[in-house]
């Protein structure tokens, strides 16, 4: 079955770059989510996507911003990049329904700021 | 404040034993109750969900119990075996559309040959 795909799987990027990272949810899938994972943490909920509208906003910096677009994938942009946005990127994908969904995880993108 | 406490951080078990792991939530609009299992520098993946009208849910080896009044849920590991060796996670998400999951901390388990 096919799954979440998310690209790059690696990024190497220097202070004050911008990165983009990349999400392809399941198909028919129209929902997106996007967290943060720093080492030996938990996922943090950055921002998710239903239908191409933002959904609900987590602790997602300004200098974060993201989208989803009319096939559905979505990108996170990052700008200003600091030493502690280095961490597993993941994007969740979902059939939303009423009464909760189940999100399914990619692979993760491992973003370092050098 | 941690909306989902998660307990223990650490876990060691023998091959063959039970592996159990507690959730606790305070939100009640929480209506949808998964468990991840996590390796290393992969994503998260779903191992077994639970909604508040059931109070137990089994496959296979994994089972979840969940008791709605005290607010708390667990996964219970049958007959663990050294693969099962990772990090687990449960969630809590609204019973609305397009809700976000909140995690608890972690749970590192184990399982010793």
């Known amino acids: 079955a096919a799954g979440v795909i998310q690209s790059p799987r690696h990024l190497i990027k220097e202070k004050r770059e911008t990165a983009t990272l990349k999400c392809y949810p399941i198909?028919?899938?129209?929902?997106v989510y996007w967290y943060q994972q720093g080492p030996g943490q938990d996922p943090q909920f950055l921002i998710s996507?239903?239908?191409?509208?933002?959904?609900d906003k987590g602790s997602i910096p300004d200098r974060f911003s993201a989208q989803q677009f009319s096939d559905y994938h979505s990108e996170l942009n990052m700008s200003s990049l600091e030493l502690g946005d280095s961490a597993l990127y993941f994007c969740a994908s979902s059939l939303s329904v009423a009464g909760g969904d189940t999100q399914y995880f990619g692979p993760g993108t491992r973003l370092t700021v050098l | 404040q941690q909306q989902v406490k998660q307990s223990p951080q650490s876990l060691i078990v023998q091959k063959g034993g039970i592996s159990i792991i507690n959730c606790a939530y305070e939100?009640?609009?929480?209506?949808?109750f998964p468990w991840y299992q996590q390796f290393p520098g992969k994503g998260p993946a779903l191992l077994i969900a639970?909604?508040?009208?059931?109070s137990e849910k089994k496959e296979g080896r994994f089972t979840i119990s969940f008791n709605k009044s005290a607010k708390q849920f667990s996964l219970h590991i049958m007959d663990s075996q050294p693969g099962d060796s990772a990090t687990y996670f449960c969630?809590?998400?609204?019973?609305?559309?397009?809700?976000?999951?909140?995690f608890g901390d972690g749970t590192t388990l184990t399982v010793k040959p």
């Open positions: 996507f239903y239908e191409k509208m933002q959904s």
């Open positions: 939100n009640t609009a929480f209506d949808y």
């Open positions: 198909p028919r899938h129209d929902t």
């Open positions: 969630a809590a998400l609204p019973g609305t559309n397009a809700g976000k999951s909140t």
């Open positions: 639970i909604r508040p009208d059931v």
